[in-house]
């Protein structure tokens, strides 16, 4: 794990020198303290996928509604529509679960000395709780989706060292009678390449905090790389793609991925933000 880092870490400073602006939330795993800004909207359409031989997870799409609630909250409603291939290569699919949260940036520092604002900001933490509802289908009993509910309560922190900025979180997600509760935790380190192209690296572990009925605990523990390139000159329109694997050993009786994928789009939308007078 040491020397994953390590890796991440020198392969963000041989990218440049610039400050890096990293970015949590799709295509990746990870989520940070951003939000949206008051008013605006942030929907994301994304095609993702997780492959094992056993057992395979797809959205197709996912959709991913968020909208700000000010500057430091964030509402989101996500579902998906969801597929699932077993070890005897049959396919099923349907409506995913419903993933309601809200997001709070509880914490800002700011550069000394300089307005307060998005630009300047050095360090931030936040919490983003989030719902798993499975909808009135019958995607649990065909093996489409786990039973729910299920509940998500992470703690997230962006901060700047120096040209590098690291998003990172540590989340709990509390399951039920047939669905072990888990531990999150993901690493961003990311580049802004340009004004419109961002690339980023993410360590991400998912691990079982407890057996049901003397299953074995799983683990996913997966590298990857994805990104940001603006579409359009007014920024309204992103391409989010990432690509990455499992790093320990898979098998068709564990969850280990042998890869996953994210592609898809971001649409920004709302009202135009006014400008300072001193902003050109």
Do not use: C
């Amino acid at each position: 794990m040491r020397k994953l880092l390590q890796l991440l870490l020198v392969f963000v400073v041989a990218s440049g020198a610039t400050v890096a602006h990293a970015q949590g939330g799709p295509p990746f795993i990870t989520d940070d303290p951003g939000t949206p800004g008051n008013r605006q909207w942030e929907i994301n359409i994304g095609w993702i996928a997780n492959h094992n031989p056993g057992y395979s997870s797809y959205q197709l799409p996912d959709i991913d509604l968020n909208y700000g609630w000010g500057d430091r909250i964030q509402l989101k409603y996500e579902v998906p529509l969801a597929a699932a291939t077993d070890e005897n290569n049959t396919t099923r699919a349907g409506l995913g679960e419903s993933f309601p949260g809200v997001k709070w940036r509880f914490f800002e520092h700011h550069k000394a000395g300089e307005p307060k604002s998005d630009d300047n900001m050095d360090f931030s933490l936040g919490t983003y709780p989030q719902l798993s509802i499975n909808n009135p289908t019958s995607a649990v009993r065909r093996g489409i989706v786990e039973p729910g509910p299920q509940f998500y309560l992470p703690l997230e922190a962006t901060t700047k060292l120096g040209p590098i900025t690291f998003n990172g979180e540590v989340g709990r997600w509390f399951g039920n009678q047939k669905v072990p509760d888990r531990w999150g935790r993901g690493l961003i380190v990311g580049h802004e390449l340009s004004d419109r192209l961002e690339i980023y690296g993410e360590l991400y572990d998912l691990q079982d905090a407890n057996s049901i009925d003397g299953a074995p605990k799983q683990r996913q523990l997966t590298l990857d790389v994805g990104g940001r390139q603006t579409l359009d000159r007014a920024g309204n329109l992103r391409l989010l793609f990432m690509g990455g694997r499992g790093i320990q050993a898979v098998t068709p009786q564990n969850s280990e991925p042998n890869w996953i994928a994210y592609m898809g789009v971001q649409i920004l939308v709302g009202p135009k933000v006014k400008k300072a007078p001193d902003e050109k």
